[in-house]
């Protein structure tokens, strides 16, 4: 689904698999961060930003996960698609603080949300460092205001 909302994000559909769930046939917790991670580099790979070789194709790709907080509200039960809600609720020099909904595919359930904060990082060094232009560029539809 690539449906773009009245309000700030975008959703992206992902698969839940047999391996994604627990001895309860629930979504484990862990899978989670996973199955967002889906989404978003779905959403970033559209517009050509992927890793190929081991390397990513934009300086921007290079990040790490600062913070991942999750509520969950209702246990997504068994295999199929779900829908990720996701956007930027904050855009700082070097860091980007996501916001996310996990949903039914009829949107008529918030089965989890949170938020994960993310900082662009030299690929060598490994220290923070500013976004590239072309970046923020990209990342701006989904920037909340």
Same mark, same amino acid.
């Given at each position: 689904m690539?449906?773009?909302?009245? #309000? !700030?994000?975008?959703?992206?559909?992902?698969?839940v698999h047999f391996d994604d769930l627990d001895p309860s046939a629930v979504v484990h917790n862990s899978r989670y961060a996973l199955?967002?991670?889906r989404a978003v580099s779905n959403w970033f790979s559209?517009?050509? #930003?992927?890793? !190929?070789?081991?390397?990513?194709?934009?300086e921007d790709m290079v990040v790490g996960v600062r913070e991942f907080a999750i509520t969950y509200n209702v246990p997504i039960r068994g295999?199929?698609?779900?829908?990720?809600?996701?956007?930027?609720?904050?855009?700082?020099r070097?860091? !980007?603080? #996501?916001?996310?909904?996990?949903l039914s595919p009829d949107h008529t359930t918030v089965y989890a949300e949170?938020?994960?904060?993310?900082?662009?990082?030299?690929f060598? !060094?490994?220290?923070?460092?500013?976004?590239t232009e072309e970046g923020l560029a990209l990342v701006e539809p989904l920037v909340r205001r």
């Open positions: 690539t449906e773009t909302l009245q #309000y !700030a994000g975008v959703i992206r559909q992902v698969v199955l967002l991670e559209e517009h050509g #930003y992927t890793f !190929a070789n081991g390397r990513p194709s934009n295999t199929g698609p779900v829908d990720v809600h996701f956007w930027i609720d904050k855009l700082g070097s860091s !980007a603080v #996501y916001g996310f909904r996990f949170g938020r994960r904060v993310m900082v662009k990082m030299d060598a !060094a490994g220290v923070p460092v500013p976004w």
